[in-house]
């Protein structure tokens, strides 16, 4: 059976719908009156890209069979991928009630940890990109970090809502636990170059925290590895420098900072990367300006949980720069 169609904005064209009831499919084609008089013209491709596997439509066929048994294969959800079930389940108030804010602060803490953690992971592949020669991407990486950097400080915005009252609500629940326990902040710190066997020793035996400090006081830093990159990039670094030991902190050099004078007058590619680093240190100042504001503001000069000196220890960390001879140099650019 053939059906007219409603006739189209070009006069010349008719559109028919043909149907067969020994078929499930619907065929339809447009007619030109041209085309009944000089035959078939030429078939036209397609703007569109052909579909490609892993659309829509083969998770659906995915769902409707499994390749064993007929049983049905649902595809990966939302929820599934990032296991939404066990992370709201890690919010766990010791309060009685709870008390209302203590829920921010657990999920404020734990949201810095998932930071904390990115931003290892990201520092970890720029120096192995500056190992590789890659300046460039490592450079972009540490804009991201950078940027996770101003969400930390962001977040003590969000925290400052919660008033010394309501704090202390719950405050005695934390019992021994302190923020200095961070086994990551002290990660990032290594990372950084500010390093102590010291703090290794302060968690405990056998832990995964005491385990993956040990690992990074032994490493490069992420300055040990630039200054390895400038090395290879053609400004001898003095040997004293290249081969001192790694699990000491970061010291200002003379002969470090005539390296990086040079590069930031001959070398604008790599006084590109010093300029990232300088905002790194800066960013990491910051936050701890802002976390130590923040302490304040929550609990005066009172002694931290866990037997810490609070706000007291917080203020000495201030004004110490991760990078201290990109600094030095200032004054004779």
Same mark, same amino acid.
Request: hydrophobic share 40%; charged share 30%; proline share 5%.
């Given at each position: 059976?053939?059906?007219?169609?409603?006739?189209?904005?070009?006069?010349?064209?008719?559109?028919?719908?043909?149907?067969?009831?020994?078929?499930?499919?619907?065929?339809?084609?447009?007619?030109?009156?041209?085309?009944? /008089?000089?035959?078939?013209?030429?078939?036209?491709?397609?703007?569109?890209?052909?579909?490609?596997?892993? &659309?829509?439509?083969? #998770?659906?066929?995915?769902?409707? &069979?499994?390749?064993?048994?007929?049983?049905?294969?649902?595809?990966?959800?939302?929820?599934?991928?990032?296991?939404?079930?066990?992370?709201?389940?890690?919010?766990?108030?010791?309060?009685?009630?709870?008390?209302?804010? %203590?829920?921010?602060?657990?999920?404020?803490?734990?949201?810095?940890?998932?930071?904390?953690?990115?931003?290892?992971? %990201?520092?970890?592949?720029?120096?192995?990109?500056?190992?590789?020669?890659?300046?460039?991407?490592?450079?972009? &990486? *540490?804009?991201?970090? +950078? @940027?996770?950097?101003?969400? #930390?400080?962001?977040? #003590?915005?969000?925290?400052? &809502?919660?008033?010394?009252?309501?704090?202390?609500?719950?405050?005695?629940? #934390?019992?021994?636990?302190?923020?200095?326990?961070?086994?990551?902040?002290?990660?990032?710190?290594?990372? $950084?170059?500010?390093?102590?066997?010291?703090?290794?020793?302060?968690?405990?035996?056998?832990?995964?925290?005491?385990?993956?400090?040990?690992?990074?006081?032994?490493?490069?830093? *992420?300055?040990?590895?630039?200054?390895?990159?400038?090395?290879?990039?053609?400004?001898?670094?003095?040997?004293?420098? +290249?081969?001192?030991?790694?699990?000491?902190?970061?010291?200002?050099?003379?002969?470090?900072?005539?390296?990086?004078?040079?590069?930031?007058?001959?070398?604008?590619?790599?006084?590109?990367?010093?300029?990232? +680093?300088?905002?790194?240190?800066?960013?990491? /100042?910051?936050?701890?300006?802002?976390?130590?504001?923040?302490?304040?503001?929550?609990?005066?000069?009172?002694?931290?949980?866990?037997?810490?000196?609070?706000? /007291?220890?917080?203020? /000495?960390?201030?004004? @110490?720069?991760?990078?201290?001879? $990109?600094?030095?140099?200032?004054?004779?650019?």
């Amino acid at each position: 059976m053939v059906i007219p169609a409603a006739r189209t904005r070009v006069g010349s064209l008719r559109r028919f719908i043909s149907t067969d009831p020994d078929r499930s499919l619907v065929e339809c084609r447009v007619v030109d009156r041209r085309e009944a /008089q000089s035959g078939p013209r030429p078939e036209r491709r397609s703007i569109f890209p052909p579909r490609l596997p892993g &659309t829509y439509m083969d #998770l659906e066929k995915r769902k409707m &069979t499994d390749a064993k048994d007929g049983a049905p294969d649902p595809a990966m959800t939302y929820g599934d991928y990032l296991e939404v079930e066990g992370l709201l389940d890690l919010q766990r108030p010791k309060s009685a009630g709870p008390e209302h804010d %203590e829920l921010l602060f657990i999920v404020i803490h734990q949201v810095y940890e998932l930071w904390f953690k990115q931003i290892l992971h %990201e520092a970890d592949y720029a120096c192995r990109l500056l190992a590789a020669g890659d300046g460039h991407r490592a450079g972009h &990486t *540490l804009k991201r970090v +950078l @940027t996770i950097l101003k969400v #930390l400080v962001s977040q #003590l915005d969000i925290l400052e &809502t919660m008033t010394p009252l309501e704090f202390d609500s719950f405050r005695s629940r #934390l019992d021994a636990a302190s923020g200095f326990q961070s086994d990551q902040f002290r990660q990032i710190e290594f990372m $950084l170059g500010k390093k102590s066997a010291d703090i290794v020793e302060r968690f405990p035996e056998g832990s995964r925290g005491r385990a993956a400090l040990a690992e990074r006081l032994a490493r490069p830093g *992420l300055w040990a590895t630039f200054l390895r990159y400038l090395d290879r990039e053609g400004h001898r670094i003095p040997d004293e420098v +290249l081969n001192r030991d790694r699990t000491l902190s970061i010291e200002a050099h003379a002969g470090v900072q005539e390296v990086l004078l040079r590069v930031y007058h001959d070398d604008p590619k790599n006084a590109q990367l010093c300029e990232r +680093l300088v905002d790194l240190d800066e960013g990491i /100042q910051e936050w701890r300006y802002r976390h130590v504001k923040m302490v304040q503001r929550t609990i005066g000069m009172k002694m931290g949980t866990g037997g810490s000196k609070g706000a /007291q220890y917080l203020m /000495q960390t201030l004004m @110490t720069p991760m990078f201290p001879d $990109l600094w030095e140099i200032r004054t004779r650019l």
